[in-house]
């Protein structure tokens, strides 16, 4: 569980005046240079990674470095020691390195380097040292110090690694052949026969010094840009140091034992790193925020912090409830606590039971095996849905060829691939080096940003789109299974058909005071009402959690009065147009439309059409404006004789109901907007 040291990397780059030539429709060595350490560099500051990071020039036309003197090692320049990367760094490889006029030997750099990573790791810790060097190897190279660098870089325990516009083959070398395997892919992209002698003499000096520092695979840790750029288009994943988590586990009264918790898994969210700056100065300093506590009153009378509680809101009221009153309410232990309360066979606990955001691992004496902590639901948590069985409709029965496609489909999508000898298997699904596409993006985009303030974001990059699609493996393979399912499955578009009145419907006597055999029963028209939530628990009253709820269940029961509990309900949209703001505004409006419905079916049609017209008097007196315009957009307006024949009120009347009243003075129409800005904003922070 111990977390890695951090590691010195020196960035070693040829700038020489071969490493700028390039074929006129590609990019030059020096820039894909560039591009495969600007990849590096973003890695690590977006990791918030420790690990320090220091930049090596040769090639350039002047010479700063501790080895130099006389004609020794010239035109190497250290142009960064080790510090950790930031944007700063970002900022030099792309626009403060520019390609020199001069050659240099890269053994001669790769010795500046290694002195560079002695002096300046002295009385520090660091689990790793190394150099990565970028050159397309055309400057001379002298061989006479390559036995010393060998093994110093063996002594040192200093990794290298070699990064080319070109493979390095193994052909006529020595070592196992397959060291460049990781290569062959890309050799297509920078034909050998294209290389100069330089190059080749440079080649092999590359292959002999790897090739002698691991005999096994030192080919290995030769890349080419292409390959780079592929491997570091991800970003790092920020390095967590483990936190131990101590405690007594303890089983019953008698049974203590010390344990220590990790966590394992946890969903990572973003740093909550943004501030407000001011745009022009981009500077944080040149912004100051001060928080006034106000009373809601006229003079909007300035009240000290102090003077103020937190409050609890429940339904409409609020409950008052001081930081006080919160520490009494904890729950109080003598010290950490981690009991076993008893023991459940695992086919009681259901996987979908598993909740929570984080998984632990618990260990106790070292060596011994650790326990998986998961967290799992308390009633409240769950949630109860009863669905009908589709065995109960024999048109949903599925037939045998049927079940057999979709068996088919599911085999042709399985992530996990077994090859032909049918015993190895891989995992085409692999969390673990899946990154978060929304962190690849936000660190594209803030990279981009802090280079190019002024540009639009970047398009998204190829590679996180493709995250984003099935493996093109899967794709291929279930495309048989797939059209076998669409031709079992035909979807056919239902229309639906337009109402059609009936004579009887037309020519009904309005005076007839008896049922009508048409009209289906009221639980039936009423999708979202049930017997079910009668059976929830009784309600007596109107409350302010779900009243829409409690008014439909109220008003069937048995001998209800409905003058009485649409006055319930009625109070309860006071309440929420005196709170205002969007989310009472909504519950409003559900009242006022469940309200309208079951008024319309039970025939008390007078008693919600008096509610509706006190409302609207009620809302211009208040300068409800806002609201009354939800009204009118739902086209919630006064119950008609069309829909219930209690009523005497005509379309026509309806709709002219809802229409505001008309302003004597239009003039004053433009500071009435003004103060429908402030409630759009005051709703928006609501």
């Not at 520090?124 to 036995?147: A, M, N, W």
């Not at 080096?433 to 974001?457: D, G, S, T, W």
């Not at 578009?493 to 337009?498: A, G, I, M, Q, S």
Request: charged letters at 30%; aromatic letters at 8%.
């Amino acid at each position: 569980m111990a977390r890695s040291g951090k590691a010195a990397t020196v960035l070693c780059l040829d700038v020489g005046c071969n490493m700028s030539n390039s074929a006129s429709d590609e990019e030059s060595s020096l820039e894909q240079a560039k591009k495969v350490m600007t990849k590096f560099v973003q890695r690590q500051v977006f990791a918030e990674s420790k690990d320090e990071v220091a930049v090596v020039l040769f090639g350039t036309d002047g010479t700063r470095n501790d080895l130099a003197s006389g004609d020794q090692y010239q035109n190497i320049t250290v142009h960064r020691s080790l510090m950790l990367p930031d944007f700063d760094l970002l900022e030099d490889i792309q626009d403060v390195i520019k390609p020199g006029s001069k050659e240099a030997d890269f053994l001669d750099a790769i010795i500046v380097c290694m002195d560079l990573l002695q002096k300046e790791t002295i009385g520090k810790k660091y689990e790793k040292r190394h150099i990565e060097l970028f050159t397309d190897l055309s400057s001379p190279v002298s061989e006479d110090q390559l036995e010393i660098i060998i093994a110093n870089l063996k002594k040192t325990g200093i990794s290298l690694q070699f990064f080319l516009p070109f493979p390095v083959d193994v052909d006529d070398g020595g070592g196992d052949t397959s060291a460049s395997v990781h290569s062959q892919m890309h050799r297509s992209s920078f034909p050998r026969k294209g290389l100069t002698e330089q190059q080749n003499e440079g080649i092999d000096v590359v292959r002999k010094l790897m090739h002698t520092l691991d005999e096994g695979g030192g080919l290995e840790e030769i890349y080419t840009f292409r390959e780079s750029l592929e491997r570091l288009s991800m970003f790092k994943k920020i390095e967590r140091k483990p936190m131990a988590w101590p405690c007594q586990l303890t089983i019953g009264s008698n049974l203590s034992i010390r344990i220590v918790a990790y966590k394992s898994v946890i969903e990572e969210k973003v740093k909550k790193v943004w501030t407000v700056v001011d745009a022009k100065t981009l500077r944080k300093d040149d912004v100051q925020k001060e928080t006034v506590y106000c009373l809601n009153d006229d003079d909007e009378t300035e009240i000290q912090r102090d003077d103020t509680i937190q409050g609890f809101r429940y339904g409409s009221d609020i409950v008052p409830f001081s930081k006080e009153d919160e520490e009494q309410m904890k729950y109080k232990t003598e010290a950490k606590c981690f009991s076993v309360l008893g023991f459940s066979r695992s086919s009681q606990i259901q996987r979908h039971y598993y909740m929570g955001n984080q998984v632990l691992k618990v260990f106790a004496a070292k060596g011994d095996e650790c326990l998986i902590y998961v967290q799992l639901p308390y009633m409240e948590d769950l949630r109860q849905y009863i669905f009908s069985s589709l065995k109960n409709n024999k048109k949903c029965i599925p037939t045998a060829d049927q079940l057999s496609a979709v068996d088919s489909l599911i085999d042709s999508m399985n992530l996990v691939y077994e090859d032909d000898d049918g015993e190895t298997f891989e995992d085409l699904f692999k969390p673990s080096k899946m990154p978060n596409p929304h962190f690849q993006r936000l660190y594209q985009c803030l990279q981009h940003k802090a280079f190019h303030p002024n540009e639009p974001l970047p398009p998204i990059e190829p590679h996180l789109l493709e995250m984003l699609e099935m493996p093109q493996v899967v794709k291929e393979r279930c495309q048989a299974p797939l059209e076998k399912v669409k031709a079992l499955f035909p979807l056919k578009e239902v229309v639906k058909k337009k109402e059609e009145k009936t004579a009887q419907d037309i020519f009904k006597d309005n005076s007839e005071d008896g049922p009508n055999p048409k009209k289906p029963k009221i639980e039936d028209e009423e999708g979202s009402f049930s017997i079910i939530k009668l059976a929830e628990g009784k309600v007596t009253s109107v409350g302010s959690v779900n009243p829409a709820e409690d008014f439909r269940i109220l008003v069937r029961q048995k001998n209800a009065d409905f003058r009485d509990v649409s006055q319930q309900l009625i109070s309860r949209i006071d309440q929420f147009l005196e709170n205002k703001g969007s989310q009472y505004y909504m519950k409003g409006i559900n009242c006022i439309r469940v309200f309208r419905e079951e008024a319309t079916k039970l025939s008390k049609v007078h008693c919600f059409n008096d509610f509706l017209q006190a409302l609207k008097s009620k809302v211009e007196d208040k300068a409800l404006a806002d609201f009354w315009e939800i009204l009118i957009q739902d086209r919630i307006s006064l119950i008609t004789k069309d829909e219930a024949e209690g009523s005497s009120v005509t379309s026509e009347e309806a709709e002219k109901f809802l229409a505001p009243k008309e302003k004597k003075n239009e003039t004053l129409r433009p500071t009435d907007e003004g103060g429908d800005v402030d409630d759009l904003v005051s709703t928006i922070k609501t």
